[in-house]
Structure formats: C-alpha cells, structure tokens
C-alpha cells in the first residue's frame, strides 16, 4: 500500500504544445492517501486513460513528477512500480483453475506454496470463489471471471495500489451493483489504496470514499460524495453528478448582490460582486428548489413522473429551472413562484464557485 502524490503534473501528445488546449492533462496536483478508495470520474476524452497510464508507468508525463510513499518513481518501469490493474475486459488464463490463476502471481514471486495456499483460500473465501476454486476459469461468467483479475490483485502482499479501468463495463447490468457492493466491501476488509476509473457517477459515488472529477484534462473537484453533491465548486461538476442536474441561471448584479429574473437571490455567500469581473451563474439543484408564494416568477412546462417524487421543470425569464416534487404535493398548473435554498445557491464566477 502507498500513498501516491501527483506533483505538477501534465501531459500533451503533443511535441510543442503552444495552447491550453494541446494539453491532455493539465498541471494536476493531487494527493492519494494511502489505503484511501478514490474514484476518477469524467467524461470520455477528459483524461482518465492517460492519468491512470502515468501512474503505472506505461506513458511518460510531459512535466511534473510521479510519488508513491514520496519516493519518485516518475522514471520507473510499470513491473517496478508494484500496481495490480482491473481492466474493462477480464485477464484471465481459461485454460487453468482458479485456484491456480489466484496463485500465478505469487508462484511468480516464487513465494513458498504454503503460503500460496494460505492466502489464496483467504482471497478466494473474500471474493465468493472458494466453491469454485478447483473449475477451470473459463467456464465462469463475466462476473465471475472479474472477481478473479480482482483476486490475483489482492493475493499480492507488494501491492502499492490497485487500479480499476471501468470494471463493470462488461458486467450484466443485474450483477453490476453485487460486484460494486463487494468492491467497497473488500475495500473495507483490506485496505488496500484502490483507484477507480468510470465515466458513471453511481459508480463512482457507491465506491469512493473520494471522488476527483475531471474535464477537460482538468481536476475540477476533489470531494466526498456529499461535497460533489451540496458544494460542487464547479458548475460542470453541478451538471454531470445529480439527475437531473444543478440548474444554472445567468446572474445579474445590482448594488453588489445576484439577481435572476429581476428578483435579488438570496446565496450561501455575503460577497459583493460589483468588483467581480467575468461571466456570473447562479447554481442550484432542483432538490433545492421548492414551490413558494413568492420569489421568482415562472411558469410549469413539464411534469415528469419518478417514482417517489416528480420532475417539475419550469421556465423563468427564458430559462429552464427544474425541481423534484414529492408524491402526493400539489405542483401550480401554469404560474408559480420559486424559492431557492439558501444554503445550496451558489454563485460561479466562470464556472467557478465564488467563495
Ligand atoms: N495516443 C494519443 N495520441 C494523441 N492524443 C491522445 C492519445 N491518447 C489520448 N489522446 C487525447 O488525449 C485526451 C484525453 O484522452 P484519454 O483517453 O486520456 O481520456 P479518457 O477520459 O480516458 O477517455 P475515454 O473514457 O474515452 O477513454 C483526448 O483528447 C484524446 O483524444
């Protein structure tokens, strides 16, 4: 296990970079605790890849410098570098058992086969394999044949970090949240630091303890679930975590306060934005968003059905502001007021959260 640190780090393709934009990475900066369980969340082309492919040494960064323990390992082969990898589609030998796949890499490390029956019992008894240990691999499911690339990560005692490339890509859609659950579970039981890649936020809000989300080549937020959810620090991390998404209004200012469709809006910050320059939104999620007396006028375009609670999307001044109401609460048939929760508006300066 090894905390891992990515100091200044950037990539481009690229052999003379000259924008921000030739850059896939740009300069990140983050600190992975050890034994912590980390989601990389964003969508395709923000990065993921080529984040996790410097970390285990396959692609050499641009800039910056590559720590495990705070040992620079930015110059080290991928073998020495001690990193189990879970990719999309399961690696696994068909033709051998499981038990024997469970041991290839310590028979590898030419542990004593004492020890290598030990701990493969113990791993196999934590991913639910040990009544299948004695069948060949290849006439197990997809699931199960994951559990068993997760396995052979797990056996290892040298393991800095396992990394998981979009496991559940393959996965039966009914099995995906056993195999998720089991995740976090083993998580728990070995501590392990593991860092998760998806572009899906249910998975990566059900594993992570924290979650970094990315765009662009960029790290725009680096919080628990509940941080991305009640404090997203950007406003494309409001949109791409929550269903529906933040809304985000455009934002006027008079005597140094926001306001939205001539209406003064009342935020989780005091801050005078007269000296703010650039381009101002107003940010909140429609589970913040109620029916009122009073406030902003708007009119119900759309009521959609959700189970426990209802979509409600409404317009205001052109814009489009959605709320989720609760089965069994009246919803205005045309005109209506709105009224934001305080405590969850937030206003953006460029996308960025004003603090
Ligand atoms: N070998 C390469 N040569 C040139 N550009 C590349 C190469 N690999 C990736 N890129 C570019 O770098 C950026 C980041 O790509 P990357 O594959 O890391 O993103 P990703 O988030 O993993 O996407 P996906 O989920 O689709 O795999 C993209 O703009 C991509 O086109």
Redesign the pocket.
Same mark, same amino acid.
């Given at each position: 296990m090894a905390k891992i640190t990515l100091e200044n780090l950037g990539h481009s393709?690229m052999e003379s970079p000259q924008s921000e934009a030739d850059w896939?990475l740009k300069k990140l900066n983050i600190d992975w605790e050890d034994g912590g369980a980390y989601a990389l969340l /964003?969508p395709? /082309?923000? $990065?993921? @890849? @080529?984040?996790l492919s410097i970390i285990s040494g396959l692609l050499h960064p641009s800039a910056g410098r590559v720590l495990f323990d705070d040992k620079d390992v930015t110059d080290l082969p991928p073998d020495q570098r001690h990193i189990a990898q879970v990719f999309q589609f399961p690696v696994v030998y068909d033709t051998m058992t499981v038990y024997d796949n469970l041991a290839f890499p310590l028979r590898n490390r030419h542990v004593p086969e004492a020890d290598v029956d030990k701990r493969v019992r113990e791993i196999a008894e934590m991913i639910d394999l040990t009544d299948t240990l004695g069948s060949r691999a290849k006439g197990l499911t997809a699931d199960g044949k994951q559990k068993i690339s997760l396995g052979r990560g797990l056996v290892r005692s040298d393991v800095n970090v396992i990394m998981f490339d979009e496991p559940l890509t393959v996965i039966d859609p009914h099995l995906k949240w056993l195999l998720r659950s089991k995740l976090k579970e083993l998580h728990q039981r070995v501590k392990t630091t593991m860092i998760y890649v998806t572009?899906d936020q249910t998975e990566a809000l059900t594993f992570a303890d924290k979650v970094v989300v990315m765009n662009l $080549?960029e790290v725009v937020q680096i919080g628990t679930p509940v941080d991305l959810f009640e404090r997203p620090q950007h406003t494309f991390v409001g949109h791409f975590i929550g269903s529906p998404g933040m809304n985000v209004l455009p934002c006027a200012v008079e005597d140094g306060k926001p306001h939205f469709a001539g209406t003064e809006i009342d935020t989780a910050s005091d801050k005078n934005l007269n000296d703010i320059k650039g381009t101002l939104q107003i940010g909140v999620r429609p589970e913040f968003v109620q029916f009122a007396d009073k406030g902003v006028p708007a009119k119900v375009v759309k009521v959609s059905d959700a189970g426990r609670f209802r979509i409600v999307e409404t317009h205001a001044d052109d814009t489009s502001i959605k709320l989720l109401v609760p089965e069994g609460q009246g919803i205005p048939a045309d005109d209506a007021y709105l009224a934001f929760d305080r405590n969850h508006t937030q206003v953006y300066r460029d996308g960025w959260i004003v603090a």
């Amino acid at each position: 296990m090894a905390k891992i640190t990515l100091e200044n780090l950037g990539h481009s393709y690229m052999e003379s970079p000259q924008s921000e934009a030739d850059w896939a990475l740009k300069k990140l900066n983050i600190d992975w605790e050890d034994g912590g369980a980390y989601a990389l969340l /964003g969508p395709s /082309g923000c $990065g993921k @890849t @080529t984040l996790l492919s410097i970390i285990s040494g396959l692609l050499h960064p641009s800039a910056g410098r590559v720590l495990f323990d705070d040992k620079d390992v930015t110059d080290l082969p991928p073998d020495q570098r001690h990193i189990a990898q879970v990719f999309q589609f399961p690696v696994v030998y068909d033709t051998m058992t499981v038990y024997d796949n469970l041991a290839f890499p310590l028979r590898n490390r030419h542990v004593p086969e004492a020890d290598v029956d030990k701990r493969v019992r113990e791993i196999a008894e934590m991913i639910d394999l040990t009544d299948t240990l004695g069948s060949r691999a290849k006439g197990l499911t997809a699931d199960g044949k994951q559990k068993i690339s997760l396995g052979r990560g797990l056996v290892r005692s040298d393991v800095n970090v396992i990394m998981f490339d979009e496991p559940l890509t393959v996965i039966d859609p009914h099995l995906k949240w056993l195999l998720r659950s089991k995740l976090k579970e083993l998580h728990q039981r070995v501590k392990t630091t593991m860092i998760y890649v998806t572009h899906d936020q249910t998975e990566a809000l059900t594993f992570a303890d924290k979650v970094v989300v990315m765009n662009l $080549g960029e790290v725009v937020q680096i919080g628990t679930p509940v941080d991305l959810f009640e404090r997203p620090q950007h406003t494309f991390v409001g949109h791409f975590i929550g269903s529906p998404g933040m809304n985000v209004l455009p934002c006027a200012v008079e005597d140094g306060k926001p306001h939205f469709a001539g209406t003064e809006i009342d935020t989780a910050s005091d801050k005078n934005l007269n000296d703010i320059k650039g381009t101002l939104q107003i940010g909140v999620r429609p589970e913040f968003v109620q029916f009122a007396d009073k406030g902003v006028p708007a009119k119900v375009v759309k009521v959609s059905d959700a189970g426990r609670f209802r979509i409600v999307e409404t317009h205001a001044d052109d814009t489009s502001i959605k709320l989720l109401v609760p089965e069994g609460q009246g919803i205005p048939a045309d005109d209506a007021y709105l009224a934001f929760d305080r405590n969850h508006t937030q206003v953006y300066r460029d996308g960025w959260i004003v603090a």
